[in-house]
């Protein structure tokens, strides 16, 4: 059974590049079956999908989020990582990681999230 | 500015039927999926591919899809269907994905 654990700092000072990991087991990484992604969603707001990829390598970033976002894999602990530059109050949000499995854009799986908050 | 809309708000009496509703142009070529969102827990996908229920989802969830709107109908709501609904799709570039901006489900 796929599951998803989202860790990293629950603090970032702005400015600061924020940095998450998420975990996946019952499932590799590398499995041409799923496309994996980050989505966010700030107190009391909207889900804001922040990017994904693919088994393939291929990679896909909100555009409003692009100039800052990095999203890399590590094949050997079965892990993806989401980085988040320059960020400001607004990136204050709870983050999750998900992956699709039935059909693109449907993510059918979700970590947790975990709460990432943007202060000095 | 998201590029699907989603009335804020919709409410429905305890086992009626309600249609909540996503509009889009890019949904004129892309499936929509339907998540539904309890305060303090992640997201759970309802509906993807505009009808299809995944596993261990409860048979009074349907979707469809026309034009650029995609429909999640709940057919005999029930209290624990309370929650926030979002929508979602690719948009029209085909290789990002948008949501919706969340429509709020009061069962009365």
């Known amino acids: 059974q796929l599951q998803l654990q989202e860790s990293g700092p629950g603090l970032v000072k702005p400015s600061e590049t924020l940095s998450l990991t998420c975990t996946v087991s019952?499932?590799?990484?590398?499995?041409?079956?799923?496309?994996w992604g980050w989505i966010r969603q700030p107190p009391g707001k909207v889900l804001e999908w922040i990017g994904s990829?693919?088994?393939?390598?291929?990679?896909y970033y909100n555009p409003s989020l692009k100039s800052r976002v990095t999203i890399s894999v590590d094949t050997s602990k079965n892990q993806f990582s989401l980085n988040l530059s320059s960020v400001t109050a607004a990136d204050t949000a709870v983050y999750y990681c998900?992956?699709?499995?039935?059909?693109?854009?449907?993510?059918?799986?979700w970590g947790q999230g975990t709460m990432v908050t943007v202060s000095s | 500015s998201s590029e699907l809309t989603q009335d804020p708000a919709v409410s429905v009496a305890l086992g009626q039927t309600v249609r909540i509703t996503c509009q889009g142009d890019?949904?004129?070529?892309?499936?929509a999926s339907w998540y539904q969102q309890k305060p303090g827990q992640a997201p759970i996908l309802v509906i993807y591919a505009n009808n299809n229920r995944p596993s261990g989802i409860p048979d009074r969830f349907s979707g469809s899809s026309s034009g650029n709107t995609a429909s999640l109908t709940i057919t005999g709501a029930q209290a624990e269907d309370e929650a926030d609904y979002y929508c979602n799709s690719r948009d029209s570039s085909g290789n990002h994905v948008v949501f919706g901006g969340g429509t709020k489900l009061t069962v009365l």
């Open positions: 019952g499932a590799s990484i590398s499995s041409s079956n799923y496309y």
């Open positions: 890019s949904l004129r070529n892309y499936y």
């Open positions: 990829f693919y088994y393939s390598g291929s990679t």
């Open positions: 998900a992956s699709s499995s039935l059909a693109p854009s449907a993510f059918d799986i």
